[in-house]
């Protein structure tokens, strides 16, 4: 089917993708959509015992538990939007297979950039192939700017887009396109490319593919962001938190 997910249970198993994570600095990304929408960069920096207040019944109780402490690399990060008690979802790539995790922050301390979330019951691991064609909604904010013109998305792989044009834009097969504009919920990735194929499909819109060359690994990282959430969704995953509670107590022993 193009792809493949699973959840990951398994207590080592689980900590040694995290220790992998800290030992190489992979940057993860963690999104929270519950009052404000909030995206962090951070790294994983260190895997331990922390004492975590929580509220269970109008009544405050600390416990001992096994927490992620991260480091967020964002400078421009506004650290007065996290609040602890929030759901985040993680995500991340290493090669061809990308995870992913929900997570509640317990803790963040804006002095040093530090925040800690819980330690998950499980990691979603889904298997990507870099030639999967995925079709594009308009709800998924991705559009392509050619010629300063924004022209809707059909479909994206990880080295190709099509989009519609309207006959405005000229474009013949073979023709090399030198400034592209990838534009992902807002953010302007640069890219190049060149026209693959042209065909007409409504009045005065033509369907155009053009093969893309990435300017750099961010562009890469955000065109596996919406492959990946896709892929989920059609593996009938759903990257809502559940409201079951963290399972860090079965990681005792693997630690």
Known sequence: MGYSVRMIENPKQVLRIFEYCKQHSVPLTAKCEELISIEMKLTLAQIDWHFVTSRVCFKEEAGRRVCLLMKVQASSFNFDLPLPGQTFSFSFQHRTVGHSFHSEL??????????????????????????????????????????????????????????????????????????????????ELEASGRVRHVSKCVEGKYMCGISLCHKDENALQRVREVITEKQLLLAGVHTRPTTSRPRGERLIHAL
């Not at 499980?122 to 924004?150: F, K, M, Q, T, W």
């Not at 099509?162 to 090399?176: D, F, N, T, W």
């Open 106 to 187: 317990l803790s963040f301390i804006r002095r040093t950039r530090q925040a800690i979330f819980s330690y998950p019951p499980g990691i979603y691991a889904h298997r990507l192939r870099e030639s999967l064609r995925i079709d594009i909604d308009p709800s998924d904010g991705v559009l392509v700017s050619l010629n300063g013109e924004s022209c809707q998305t059909v479909n994206l792989t990880m080295d190709g887009v099509a989009v519609l044009v309207s006959e405005k834009i000229p474009l013949r097969v073979g023709q090399a396109v030198r400034k592209l504009l990838l534009i992902i919920r807002g953010e």
